[in-house]
């Protein structure tokens, strides 16, 4: 049985509690690495829940809207928008979904371009929200990749090894580089890993709900 889904947007910033640079919540992620100060953040549980809550007590027919939300300790920057998902590369809207609960895709492909964005069953923590179903999240982040070490944005690059001067290869992956001919350990600089591991930008996710029980007519 297929349902029609309703749609809206959510883009999230807030900033790392450890070292106050911003911090993007760009999905119904658990954690974040924070692209400052590489520290792992856990998000406090419920913090999800209210930013998800906060969609449906303010959304309206008017389209965007941007507000702050202080919750477990977090101010978060928050906006959203009444409106169906669109690829984030092309902003070509995706066609009218129509789809099952029980067999979700992976993925929903661009028309326009061809870009695939990702489609995710909702955390349990959000499924149920002001007598809201949320069923999928369509494109975003969802928690993992983040906090896992990532594939750099730039490879190659080579950095002189600050106690004897030779060559060293940093592969981005790990902060600490061992010096292949000295033997010592080269933490590597803040300019250079953010240059490797750019901070991201904030992506909008889409959250995927219907009122009532699948089969019922609205
Ligand atoms: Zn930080
Ligand atoms: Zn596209
Ligand atoms: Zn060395």
Not at 3 to 12: A, D, L, P
Not at 44 to 49: D, M, N, S, T, V
Not at 67 to 93: D, H, W
Not at 140 to 160: R, T
Request: with cysteine.
């Amino acid at each position: 049985m297929s349902v029609k889904y309703k749609f809206g947007m959510v883009e999230c910033r807030t900033s790392c509690p450890r070292c106050a640079n911003p911090m993007l919540i760009n999905g119904p992620v658990k954690k974040i690495l924070c692209r400052y100060c590489q520290s792992e953040i856990i998000l406090p549980e419920g913090l999800i829940y209210n930013l998800v809550e906060s969609f449906f007590e303010r959304k309206d027919k008017k389209g965007w809207r941007n507000f702050s939300l202080m919750t477990k300790g977090y101010a978060l920057t928050i906006s959203i928008n009444n409106e169906y998902p669109v690829c984030g590369r092309c902003r070509q809207q995706f066609p009218v979904l129509e789809m099952d609960p029980d067999n979700i895709p992976s993925e929903i492909t661009c028309a326009g371009c061809n870009e695939a964005t990702p489609v995710h069953r909702a955390p349990e923590s959000i499924r149920h929200v002001l007598k809201h179903n949320v069923d999928i999240i369509i494109g975003g982040q969802f928690d993992e990749p983040d906090g896992l070490p990532e594939k750099p944005a730039i490879e190659g690059v080579v950095l002189n090894c600050p106690m004897c001067g030779s060559g060293m290869k940093i592969d981005g992956i790990e902060r600490i580089v061992p010096c292949k001919f000295c033997d010592s350990k080269v933490y590597l600089p803040d300019d250079l890993w953010l240059r490797l591991h750019p901070v991201k930008k904030v992506m909008p996710w889409y959250l995927g709900y219907y009122k009532n029980q699948p089969g019922k007519p609205v």
